[in-house]
């Protein structure tokens, strides 16, 4: 099968959605709701660009409308050829395009650390539920790159000014239900590095977002500002856990949690997992 290109919204209440251009068949873009998608920008046009992509190439073209399409800065009046982590502009929207799965692993792994990794996926994947990741994207550069050639929607857990500074920083939740591939390459190549946090939940991205943006500061005994709290590093998270109390723990799972789960290099599934009680 073909690889897809990948559109994604990269600011504003969009940001983070993503739509997928399938070989042959163009994605429009414009405000209209016949759109491939859907623009909340009201300075573009109705159908005002397209991507077009036939499994090797792709171009992007400019359909109509007050505003400019620009790519990488340049206007594009007609059609220009869109190359992969390509910047696009149109009307006051930003979005990128990205080739699935483009961009192969920068390091191999021991033949060790291989057969664990697939023993924990193997278990990850028969865990019920749809399934999100938070990850600490500063660890490693690598976690957004896979996240970006992915087609799961992803979401930065800081808003505004912040989340614009901190973009390639912020910790990040992603919908790993809406990519296996993607679930499967993060456990693959981050198995033991500690890349991010795992849970289950019923509710949306938008509600699992909001729900841990609650948990991103505390006020810690002794110091008069609150501080980050790191809960996206698995041993972190679980530590913290371990010593909520009942009250605590209501407040952390708030209906919207079902179970978390990190890793456990010691642990013969190869996760710890807690469950809201």
Not at 5 to 22: D, F, R, S, Y
């Amino acid at each position: 099968m073909s690889a897809r290109g990948i559109v994604e919204l990269c600011w504003g209440p969009q940001q983070g959605a993503k739509a997928v251009v399938t070989p042959g068949r163009p994605l429009t873009l414009g405000r209209d709701p016949a759109a491939s998608l859907v623009l909340d920008d009201p300075t573009v046009a109705p159908v005002h660009a397209a991507v077009e992509w036939d499994g090797r190439t792709a171009r992007l073209r400019h359909l109509g409308g007050p505003a400019l399409t620009l790519l990488s800065g340049q206007a594009v009046t007609t059609v220009a050829p869109l190359e992969h982590a390509a910047w696009i502009r149109i009307g006051g929207t930003d979005l990128s395009f990205h080739v699935e799965a483009l961009t192969p692993a920068p390091w191999s792994r021991e033949p060790d650390d291989e057969v664990a990794a697939e023993a924990a996926l193997a278990h990850l994947q028969r865990v019920p539920g749809p399934l999100f990741a938070v990850l600490d994207t500063a660890c490693e550069p690598r976690i957004a790159e896979l996240v970006r050639e992915s087609v799961a929607p992803w979401r930065s857990l800081f808003d505004g000014v912040e989340g614009a500074r901190l973009a390639d920083a912020a910790p990040h939740v992603v919908s790993l239900s809406a990519d296996p591939r993607l679930c499967a390459d993060l456990v693959r190549e981050g198995w033991g590095y500690r890349w991010g946090v795992l849970l289950t939940s019923d509710r949306s991205l938008f509600e699992v977002r909001q729900h841990l943006r609650k948990f991103l500061l505390v006020q810690r005994e002794g110091t008069p500002e609150p501080t980050y709290f790191r809960f996206y590093d698995p041993g972190v998270l679980r530590v913290f856990l371990d010593t909520c109390t009942p009250t605590e723990l209501s407040q952390w799972f708030g209906g919207v949690i079902r179970c978390h789960l990190g890793e456990d290099l010691d642990s013969p599934t190869g996760w710890w997992r807690f469950d809201a009680r």
